[in-house]
């Protein structure tokens, strides 16, 4: 059992940074690889960024790569989101999530799930 606990989030002007953190409870943290997801209002939770479970690999939507990193610090069972460049259509709830093996990228292939952090971008 792997209980996520995101935080971080928050209201930001067009252009700045967050952070957003999931830390994770358990001692099987390290085994498992670690996405991030979100879901605005009206729209279907979509994928954002992934990382493996050593760190070692990393994967991104389109929509963020080049602005968004995906980090781990297995030593301390936290995943880091870093946002730069904000846009107004980043809005949405992040979600953090963990499988222990599956398909980066697709939500359904994820075994746990954190409650959301609100990342709100105004114009």
């Known amino acids: 059992q792997v209980q996520l606990v995101e935080s971080g989030g928050g209201l930001v002007q067009t252009g700045g940074s967050l952070r957003l953190s999931c830390a994770a409870s358990?001692?099987?943290?390290?085994?498992?690889?670690m996405g991030w997801f979100r879901q605005a209002p009206g729209k279907e939770r979509e994928f954002v960024a992934a990382i493996s479970w050593s760190g070692g690999m990393t994967y991104y939507a389109d929509s963020v790569k080049g602005r968004f990193t995906i980090s781990r610090d297995n030593a301390k069972n936290t995943v880091y989101l870093r946002m730069n460049s904000l846009k107004p259509e980043d809005t949405a709830v992040y979600y953090c999530a963990a499988m222990l093996a599956g398909r980066p990228g697709s939500l359904y292939e994820y075994d746990y799930w954190g409650q959301g952090t609100q990342v709100t971008v105004s114009s």
């Open positions: 358990g001692r099987t943290f390290s085994s498992y690889a």
